[in-house]
């Protein structure tokens, strides 16, 4: 099913100047913003998981190396 959207005339040039080639749809636009905001957001949640393992240290830890 298809629909019809209103947008500003900024965000219809920002979507302009991200097209690929001149002929690609807006749909076509969107739904890679889409699955690259949905990989970044997976990609940056398991980084963070990671380094709060690796690096995090307790509120505490800090206090007690800098003498507080």
Same mark, same amino acid.
């Not at 019809?4 to 690929?20: A, C, G």
């Not at 749909?27 to 970044?40: A, F, G, M, S, Y």
């Not at 940056?44 to 690096?55: D, L």
């Given at each position: 099913?298809?629909?019809?959207?209103?947008?500003?005339?900024?965000?219809?040039?920002?979507?302009?100047?991200?097209?690929?080639?001149?002929?690609?749809?807006?749909?076509?636009?969107?739904?890679?913003?889409?699955?690259?905001?949905?990989?970044?957001?997976?990609?940056?949640?398991?980084?963070?998981?990671?380094?709060?393992?690796?690096? $995090?240290?307790?509120?505490?830890?800090?206090?007690?190396?800098? $003498?507080?």
């Amino acid at each position: 099913m298809e629909t019809t959207i209103r947008i500003s005339q900024e965000v219809k040039k920002n979507l302009d100047d991200m097209k690929i080639y001149n002929r690609e749809s807006y749909n076509d636009v969107i739904e890679l913003l889409l699955e690259d905001t949905k990989e970044i957001n997976e990609k940056t949640k398991r980084e963070i998981a990671k380094a709060r393992k690796e690096k $995090g240290i307790s509120h505490e830890e800090v206090r007690k190396r800098l $003498g507080l």
